[in-house]
């Protein structure tokens, strides 16, 4: 009996154990998406974000149970139509696909859009865009909604795996003067989705026009470039001859983006 019990006992610790391991995983997992997403932000000459920024962007805690596995219902002879912009300008779209999936025990129905404009780029003609609202907005979460990005691959089976843990915010909730798209009436969410980035905290900026746009971001461009240029000094390596305790001018450093040690003088 005793024995029958230990072995029982040590499965349960066994499964406690797998189950905190996948937890952990996951988590990383998260952060990891969530630490690249902000350094994005900074190195995107188009963002309003700086680095003094990233204070004011908050996340919910990483919750597996927003991932949703959705059955796809592919959608054929779409026509283009203008999605709604907060600038008021016209972006084509179409649907790409009709998702059905449960979430917090409400049956909820999802569109996937993809953009003309995109479809003609070789590096984005496989970006596959979803944009959604559901209760959070304008409390916990930004008012005009959030995105996901997806890509065609993700849909080659019958079903798809969506994370809202990764949703993330418009340039709109950060800045005035960009033009996003509008979530649709049709993936407004009845639903409380308590997963990836909430409200930015901080002061809502104002964009400026073209021109001045084009200046700070050569100027952020510039930044970049300094700063690459400060990690490479830093590298810089002082050789001294072992015969003799005087330094020679010789000097050992990496620049950017290459993998062999470079000898200068």
Do not use: W
């Not at 696909?97 to 984005?124: A, F, G, H, M, N």
């Not at 026009?209 to 990690?231: E, G, P, S, T, Y």
């Amino acid at each position: 009996m005793f024995m029958r019990i230990s072995i029982l006992l040590l499965i349960m610790l066994g499964h406690t154990a797998f189950s905190q391991t996948t937890i952990d995983a996951f988590a990383k997992r998260i952060k990891k998406h969530r630490e690249g997403y902000k350094r994005d932000l900074i190195r995107d000459l188009h963002s309003p974000i700086t680095k003094y920024d990233l204070r004011f962007i908050d996340f919910f805690e990483p919750d597996s149970s927003y991932i949703i596995d959705c059955k796809i219902e592919r959608l054929k002879d779409q026509k283009f139509f203008n999605f709604l912009t907060s600038s008021g300008k016209k972006r084509k779209y179409k649907k790409f696909t009709k998702l059905s999936c449960v979430v917090r025990d409400t049956l909820i129905e999802l569109y996937t859009y993809e953009s003309k404009r995109l479809l003609q780029s070789k590096k984005y003609k496989d970006y596959i865009f979803l944009p959604f609202t559901d209760n959070t907005n304008g409390d916990t979460t930004y008012g005009g909604g959030r995105y996901l990005d997806l890509q065609r691959d993700d849909f080659s089976g019958d079903s798809i795996s969506i994370d809202f843990n990764l949703c993330y915010n418009p340039y709109c909730a950060y800045s005035s003067g960009y033009s996003c798209a509008i979530p649709p009436k049709e993936n407004a969410l009845p639903v409380y989705i308590e997963a990836g980035e909430k409200k930015y905290r901080g002061r809502k900026k104002h964009r400026a026009h073209k021109k001045a746009n084009k200046k700070n971001q050569k100027a952020k461009l510039k930044m970049q470039k300094a700063k690459l240029k400060i990690q490479a000094e830093k590298s810089i390596i002082k050789k001294i001859t072992p015969s003799n305790s005087n330094q020679i001018n010789n000097k050992r450093y990496f620049e950017p983006g290459q993998e062999k040690m470079k000898i200068g003088k």
